[in-house]
Structure formats: structure tokens, C-alpha cells
């Protein structure tokens, strides 16, 4: 990637129209990729040290943290902007309230999941029997979460980036770098289109790597487990692809919609600054999983303290037991 990168640095002219790079020696080539890799590595291994010592996902609380120390530069930009024109301040607050509103739905859908009754038969084990019991197989809705934007972002990025690097590329007398930049700059309607597309295929590509019917309907079978009114085995396989593949239609449409919103928004209001669809997903799903291992680790700590102050307990009785024993004696 670091030498693709500097390709594109010594093709890409700037906005001047001069060279990023006049004079693109060997040397050169070789500190920008020295320089590159060592940071990437050094982020990989600050990432590792937040996992190991610290809550959550290091990589992940990384890139929450570069997302977030853009907003108070976007929202200065927009204070500004309203000073500036005093008529754009209700605007402003409408756009407000829509990004309160956005962001309580996409915690609830991100949060959402489906709850399946499980019924296990009764079993006898050493002669005894114990009861039926029941439990819940959660199906979450959207559960490719930003992944599935992550791989829109990567495919897209392909034609872009091959376009940047060879500005002047032809085929057949057809000027395909072009037409590509031409396709991203200009085609909002049809760059949507495309995306919001792949990010449908690529939640239900996501679900079908992450989330297995018959492997779910072959281990409810083997634990003696059943859905309530569904016939184990392909019966259940078949009812529980029928359930996914409707939830996920209902999270990739969602997901999709808050990536291409603000694209719209920014068009029918005149925002130059605006949340990113993407941004925002990901800013939520790494929230919410910084929220649950909060949650975890401290009924982990409880847990602790409780078997803890248990065996203290215990300890006591035991030796107050040995005690009465002697006294009796």
C-alpha cells in the first residue's frame, strides 16, 4: 500500500495543477515507505496495548477517537457559517434535531435483535429426570454492523484509485480514467445507487459467512432443542434462513440509507459540513461495544468480590464447626 501510495503521489497533481512530488528520487521512495509502514505498525501495537491493558478493541477505540476529534472542527465550521448568514440558524437546528433523531434509531435498530423460543425435551441423566426447559436463540437485525460498509468502501475505492494513479489511461480510444473520476464527482445519483447495492450484498454476504442455518439446526438437534411449531433438522434450517434473510434486507436497507442521508441533506439544505453516514455507524457500533464490555467487566468484578466474600464466609463456618466439634468432644 505504501508504494502504490506513492505512485499515486508522484501522478496526482495538486490543486494547482503543479506536481505533489517534483523531484520523486529513489531515496525518497524508500523514506516514505519506511515511514509509512513503521507508523502503521506503531499503531498496530499501541492498538494491542489498549486491548490488553485497557477496555474494548484498541483499533477500534483508535479510529472512534480520529473520528471524533473532527467534530468539534465541523461544528465550529458550522458556528461560523451561521455568523456568518444569521437566516441559516433554523436550518441549522433542524439539521439538529434530524441528527438526534438518526442517532436514537440507529441505536435501537444496532441494538435490536429477533428472539427465537428454544424448547429442549426432558432428559435423564443418573436416573434423574429433569424438566423441559427453554431459552432464546437472539438474532440480531443488523449483523454485519459496519463491516459491510467497510468492503462498499474497499470496492469502490479500486476503479478510483487506479484512475488517480493513471489519469491518462485508455482502452480501445475510450478514456476510462475519465469517465471513473467523471462517475464520482458528478453522478451522485448513480454512485448512490451503486452503493447502497453493495452494501445490501455485502450484508447478506456478511450473514452467510458469520451466521450458519444448518449448523445452528444440526447442534439444536444433537442438544435435543427445537423451535416451538418447527420439525427439527431441514425444517428448522429452512426457517431460520427464512428469518434471517428477512432481517437482513431490513438492516441492509437501513444501513444503507443512513450512509447516502447525508449526501442528500447536504444537497437540499446547502451544508457543506454534515455527519458522515459511515462515521456515524461506526461511532455507534464501537460505543455500544465500549458500553457492553463496561458492563461485563464490572459483573465480572462483582462476581469476584461475591465468591470472595463467600469464601471468607464459608472459612468461618468451617472453623466454627471444627470448634463445637472440640467443645463437644
Not at 453522478?187 to 451503486?194: E, P, R
Not at 433438522?233 to 431460520?240: K, M, P, V
Not at 468480590?305 to 472459612?315: A, W
Request: charged share 15%.
Amino acid at each position: 500500500q505504501s508504494l502504490i501510495l506513492i505512485l499515486a503521489l508522484n501522478n496526482i497533481p495538486a490543486m494547482t495543477g503543479i506536481a505533489v512530488v517534483k523531484h520523486a528520487t529513489l531515496a525518497w521512495s524508500v523514506l516514505t515507505t519506511i515511514t509509512l509502514v513503521t507508523g502503521v505498525m506503531f499503531v498496530i501495537w499501541l492498538g494491542e496495548q489498549i486491548t490488553e491493558y485497557g477496555i474494548g478493541n484498541g483499533i477500534s477505540l483508535i479510529i472512534l477517537i480520529g473520528i471524533i476529534e473532527r467534530l468539534p472542527e465541523a461544528l465550529w465550521n458550522i458556528f461560523q457559517l451561521v455568523e456568518k448568514n444569521h437566516n441559516f440558524k433554523p436550518t441549522v437546528l433542524f439539521l439538529i434535531f434530524i441528527t438526534i433523531v438518526i442517532f436514537i434509531i440507529t441505536i435501537l435498530v444496532e441494538t435490536a435483535q429477533r428472539e427465537l423460543p428454544i424448547h429442549y425435551t426432558k432428559k435423564v441423566i443418573d436416573q434423574n429426570i429433569y424438566n423441559q426447559q427453554m431459552s432464546f436463540l437472539p438474532i440480531k437485525i443488523d449483523q454485519s454492523g459496519v463491516m459491510a460498509i467497510i468492503f462498499t468502501v474497499s470496492v469502490l475505492a479500486i476503479p478510483l484509485t487506479i484512475a488517480q494513479i493513471f489519469p491518462q489511461l485508455f482502452f480501445l480510444g475510450y478514456p476510462i480514467s475519465k469517465k471513473i473520476l467523471f462517475f464520482y464527482s458528478h453522478m451522485h445519483n448513480c454512485y448512490n445507487i451503486v452503493y447502497s447495492i453493495l452494501v445490501i450484498f455485502f450484508c447478506y454476504f456478511y450473514n452467510l459467512i458469520s451466521f450458519n442455518p444448518s449448523d445452528i439446526a444440526q447442534h439444536l438437534r444433537k442438544c435435543n432443542g427445537f423451535i416451538p411449531g418447527i420439525r427439527s433438522g431441514e425444517q428448522t434450517r429452512i426457517y431460520l434462513k427464512h428469518i434471517i434473510d428477512r432481517l437482513t434486507l431490513f438492516g441492509a436497507l437501513f444501513v444503507s440509507l443512513i450512509t447516502i442521508l447525508p449526501d442528500y441533506l447536504r444537497k437540499i439544505f446547502n451544508v457543506p459540513y454534515l455527519f458522515s453516514g459511515t462515521s456515524f455507524l461506526i461511532t455507534v457500533g464501537i460505543t455500544l461495544e465500549i458500553i457492553a464490555q463496561i458492563k461485563s467487566y464490572y459483573v465480572m468484578k462483582n462476581y469476584e468480590n461475591f465468591m470472595i466474600n463467600s469464601n471468607f464466609y464459608i472459612d468461618k463456618v468451617k472453623k466454627y464447626k471444627r470448634n463445637d466439634n472440640a467443645y463437644k468432644s
